[in-house]
């Protein structure tokens, strides 16, 4: 198994202001490519978040990880993908200000959707 040094999360909290928007691009290029290899086994991921985003320093790459809720593809991913693009894009997640919760959940199905940050 392989040793990662550092989830997505954290490693925007520490480098955020550093990257170039190249770097961003190919961050959510290599996510979506992992993701689609995922999609190839006709699988969805149901738990994709920055926290589950992993970087391994020793070969300058990114893995997505904990695919214990994984199943059948019924859905696409599109939002969370969108999240995630967020999270990169900002350098912090959607609604940090808002307790992680069911009533968030309903409130995104909803229609809620995070400020735009400037």
């Not at 992992?34 to 999609?39: G, K, N, S, T, Y």
């Not at 920055?50 to 320093?57: D, K, R, T, V």
């Not at 900002?90 to 959940?105: C, K, R, T, V």
């Amino acid at each position: 198994m392989k040793k990662l040094d550092v989830n997505l999360r954290e490693y925007l909290q520490q480098n955020h202001n550093q990257l170039t928007w190249k770097e961003r691009i190919r961050i959510t290029f290599e996510i979506v490519d992992a993701l689609d290899w995922i999609h190839k086994e006709n699988l969805i991921h149901r738990d994709l978040h920055s926290g589950n985003i992993l970087y391994s320093q020793s070969n300058d790459a990114w893995y997505i990880s904990d695919l214990g809720f994984c199943c059948p593809v019924d859905n696409n991913q599109q939002y969370s993908i969108a999240m995630l693009m967020w999270e990169i894009s900002f350098g912090q997640p959607p609604f940090m200000n808002y307790e992680h919760d069911s009533i968030l959940a309903i409130n995104i199905i909803d229609g809620i959707r995070p400020k735009i940050l400037s």
